[in-house]
């Protein structure tokens, strides 16, 4: 599984250390909510909510730099709009890897 990195936050905040740690900041302040949201949403069996979900969090795996992963949960965003959940498994352990990577970037 590819892993999550911080080159695009540090090409966009060059050497703007105030900036980078504001973007990182945000991104541990709306991960953990954007996650429970989904997995709220998936497991109430709410697969559009889910979709909307997975729209917003793609933008996070795409940051942190999972260009495989941006392309699985574009796939998956889709299948959940038609109510089809079997790449859940798949999105989820995305997300653990995501949550454990930021949880442990020092700011």
Avoid at 3 to 23: H, R, S, T
Avoid at 34 to 44: G, S, T
């Amino acid at each position: 599984m590819e892993q999550p990195n911080l080159n695009y936050i540090v090409e966009l905040a060059g050497n703007d250390e105030i900036f980078k740690k504001k973007f990182i900041n945000i991104l541990k302040s709306e991960f953990p909510n954007e996650k429970k949201e989904f997995l709220d949403n998936l497991n109430n069996n709410m697969p559009r909510a889910a979709s909307l979900n997975v729209h917003k969090i793609k933008h996070k795996i795409s940051v942190l730099g999972l260009e495989h992963g941006y392309e699985r949960a574009s796939v998956f965003e889709e299948e959940l709009r038609d109510g089809i959940t079997s790449m859940a498994e798949e999105f989820i352990a995305l997300l653990e890897c995501m949550d454990h990577f930021i949880k442990n970037i020092k700011v």
